[in-house]
């Protein structure tokens, strides 16, 4: 399928899929693990965390805040991550909504 035609579909499975694709590897939810039980936590940090060298560790970052999911603050030469909370709830209620659909269709198949 092309890109062209995504905005062919609804809004709200366009976000279901682009947070599906930003959580798609398993580092990216060890590192939004890590954030949603530490603050304000730099890239140095989530480094010494998991078993990834720092660009490796940036990389997945910046694919986490093109989604939206987590959240930066600059505080001098500090780069201090955060999980975005009202859009990660936003995001997993839609994914929850999508889930019960697709299982109450089942269920009446």
Known sequence: MANHKKAEFA???QDISMVARAL???ARIAIMRILAQHKHFTCGE???IL???QPTVSHHLKELL???LITVAIDGKK???DVNWPTWNRYTAE???MLSAINNAEQQA
């Open 24 to 26: 798609s590897h398993p």
């Open 79 to 81: 780069s201090l991550y």
């Open 46 to 48: 989530i480094v010494e």
């Open 51 to 53: 078993p990834l060298a």
């Open 11 to 13: 809004a709200t499975d």
């Open 66 to 68: 093109d989604a939206r």
């Open 95 to 97: 994914f929850e909504n």
